[in-house]
T-cell receptor, first 114, second 112 residues
Framework: NAGVTQTPKFQVLKTGQSMTLQCAQDMNHEYMSWYRQDPGMGLRLIHY???????DQGEVPNGYNVSRSTTEDFPLRLLSAAPSQTSVYFCASSPPGTGKGKLFFGSGTQLSVL | GDSVTQMEGPVTLSEEAFLTINCTYTATGYPSLFWYVQYPGEGLQLLLK???ADDKGSNKGFEATYRKETTSFHLEKGSVQVSDSAVYFCALRGDSNYQLIWGAGTKLIIKP
């Protein structure tokens, strides 16, 4: 079982560069989300989606875009990277119904913006 | 709004010691409560959950009881191992949506 797959694992960007973090899940989950994890701040929700074609903002959406053209994929785009976006990024998905709240996480992308 | 408060870490224990990590919450209605664990270099994974008052979640020797009267969901383990060293997150989910409200995480260090 592949579960939730994130790429790349590590990335270094220069300020102003753009990039896309990829996330794919093979569990047919409706719900997908992106979090960032910073020391001492726990997890903060960036964007989420409850199904193909539907996205919404989380707690810290500024500087990030998402789209959900298929159930499987939920890429996160950094439009113009800033040092404040240095963080570890996690993609997570969840099944519907009684499975809500059981998040399946990818292994993370460590991003450094210089 | 809803919130989760966890004890600050790191918590350092010797192997075979008893573990308690405190978690309290503020929420309207009847939230579901979760403990997630993050091992070094990995994503989070669900450790246990409880969906209603007085439920006890358990997994891998860890337990937590949903106490509505004290709005708490403390994580306990009777005898910790070095392999339990990780960061533990308490979280809640409201009645009708997917979103989780997260605590800040508690780092646990177990020394042999």
């Amino acid at each position: 079982n592949a579960g939730v797959t994130q790429t790349p694992k590590f990335q270094v960007l220069k300020t102003g560069q753009s990039m896309t973090l990829q996330c794919a899940q093979d569990m047919n989950h409706e719900y997908m989300s992106w979090y960032r994890q910073d020391p001492g701040m726990g997890l903060r929700l960036i964007h989420y989606s409850v199904g193909a074609g539907i996205t919404d903002q989380g707690e810290v959406p500024n500087g990030y875009n998402v789209s959900r053209s298929t159930t499987e994929d939920f890429p996160l785009r950094l439009l113009s990277a800033a040092p404040s976006q240095t963080s570890v990024y996690f993609c997570a998905s969840s099944p519907p119904g009684t499975g809500k709240g059981k998040l399946f996480f990818g292994s993370g992308t460590q991003l450094s913006v210089l | 709004g809803d919130s989760v408060t966890q004890m600050e870490g790191p918590v350092t224990l010797s192997e075979e010691a008893f573990l308690t990590i405190n978690c309290t919450y503020t929420a309207t209605g009847y939230p579901s409560l979760f403990w997630y664990v993050q091992y070094p270099g990995e994503g989070l994974q669900l450790l246990l959950k409880a969906t209603k008052a007085d439920d006890k979640g358990s997994n891998k020797g860890f337990e937590a009881t949903y106490r509505k009267e004290t709005t708490s969901f403390h994580l306990e383990k009777g005898s910790v191992q070095v392999s339990d060293s990780a960061v533990y997150f308490c979280a809640l989910r409201g009645d009708s949506n997917y979103q989780l409200i997260w605590g800040a995480g508690t780092k646990l260090i177990i020394k042999p």
